[in-house]
Every structure is written in structure tokens, then in C-alpha cells.
């Protein structure tokens, strides 16, 4: 069965310095994974995704993310924080064998940002 | 482009009453999800459309909940009768059939149901 974890409920760090939002998966399959980001009162947006081509992912707005098959990790990094990232962020994995798009969502990241 | 529109977007209703929501989906995309998200949670699939047939609604429950799309265009959820552990914020997402399976949906602003 496949299930992602995201490490921590809540993270906080100041403007200006790096952002790390940790994420585990289980995968009995090669996984694809994703983080979306969702701002208050806004959609779900795709920061960025992992599909088995380069193991390091840049996505908007400065994050990337590096899948560690030998870790079974995907953690979501960014060298600066601003103010505008302070968001919840949602580590997302799926099986792609079906073509049906099902994601299958961690419990989510608070991310604060401080002046 | 147009997002995925969703409609209300909030609603409050006393338990055993039902409830109605509305998505459309962006111009063009054959895949419509439903997504529930409780409060502290990450989203749950409910139901998941392609064109007007449904694809997985294995965590839908089927006793109080009811989705259609009937001409593969704009989708309603319902709910009927409400609990007090359905208040949540509903999702609808849309994909065409390649953003679909590489995993990038576009989601609406949700609707926020709370019941009393």
C-alpha cells in the first residue's frame, strides 16, 4: 500500500533563512511525488513533481526537492524563506500504472514565517 | 483560463439537513475529483469522474453521500442527511487525461461546509 508522512505539523523559521519540510513515502511500486502548497483560502497549487527523471526537482518560487530512493524521502528545501511562503504544504504520492491521477495526500506542513 | 469554479463557498446547516455543492471544471478536462479535507487533515478522494462515468468512489459513503456529472461537464455533491464529522472543506479538482496521470490537478477554492 502506498501512504507518504510528512514529519512535521509545523514549521517555523524566519525570513531569510532555509526552509526544510520533511516527507517519508511506502511505495511497493517506483513512486511519483508531488508537493502542493495551499495558501489561505486559496486552491491546492503543484509546487513541483517527481517522476523518475532527475532525482533533484526545482519548482516554483525557489523550492526544490530531492527524491532518496534509499532514504524514501522527498524533502522540500528552499535557501531563503519569504514571507509569502507561510502556507500549508502537502507531500502527495501516486500510482500512476491505472492512468487515473489518484493522489494520496500527507497530513500536511504548516510553514511560519517570521519577520 | 478559467480555474475550477466551486459553489458555495461556505455553508452552514444543522446535522440531518442536506447540503449541495457545485463544481465546474476547467474548459476542456475530461477528469473531475472530489476531494474531502477535514480540518488538520491532508484531502481525501471521494469520488473521481472521467467524462460522465465514475472511475474510484471506494471512499465515498454511500449512505449520505451522492455525486453526479451527468453531461461530463459541471459537477454536485450531496449530502443528505448531514453529520456533525462531515463539516470539512470540499474539493474539486480537474485534470485533462495527461495531467491526470502525471499526478497535476487543479484544484478550486473549496467549499467549507460546517454542521451544528
Known amino acids: 500500500a502506498q501512504s507518504v508522512t510528512q514529519l512535521d505539523s509545523h514549521v517555523s523559521v524566519s525570513e531569510g533563512t532555509p526552509v526544510l519540510l520533511r516527507c517519508n513515502y511506502s511505495s511497493s511500486y517506483s513512486p511519483s511525488l508531488f508537493w502542493y502548497v495551499q495558501h489561505p483560502n486559496k486552491g491546492l497549487q503543484l509546487l513541483l513533481k517527481y517522476t523518475s527523471a532527475a532525482t533533484l526537482v526545482k519548482g516554483i518560487n525557489g523550492f526544490e526537492a530531492e527524491f532518496k530512493k534509499s532514504e524514501t524521502s522527498f524533502h522540500l528545501t528552499k535557501p531563503s524563506a519569504h514571507m509569502s511562503d507561510a502556507a500549508e504544504y502537502f507531500c502527495v504520492v501516486t500510482f500512476l500504472s491505472s492512468n487515473t491521477g489518484k493522489l494520496i495526500f500527507g497530513q500536511g506542513t504548516t510553514l511560519q514565517v517570521k519577520p | ?116
Open chain 2, 1 to 116: 483560463e478559467a480555474g475550477v469554479a466551486q459553489s458555495p463557498r461556505y455553508k452552514i446547516i444543522e446535522k440531518r439537513q442536506s447540503v449541495a455543492f457545485w463544481c465546474n471544471p476547467i474548459s476542456g478536462h475530461a477528469t473531475l475529483y472530489w476531494y474531502q479535507q477535514i480540518l488538520g487533515q491532508g484531502p481525501k478522494l471521494l469520488i473521481q469522474f472521467q467524462n460522465n462515468g465514475v472511475v474510484d468512489d471506494s471512499q465515498l459513503p454511500k449512505d449520505r453521500f451522492s455525486a453526479e456529472r451527468l453531461k461530463g461537464v459541471d459537477s454536485t455533491l450531496k449530502i443528505q442527511p448531514a453529520k456533525l464529522e462531515d463539516s470539512a472543506v470540499y474539493l474539486c479538482a480537474s485534470s485533462d487525461l495527461w495531467t491526470g496521470y502525471t499526478g497535476e490537478l487543479f484544484f478550486g477554492e473549496g467549499s467549507r461546509l460546517t454542521v451544528l
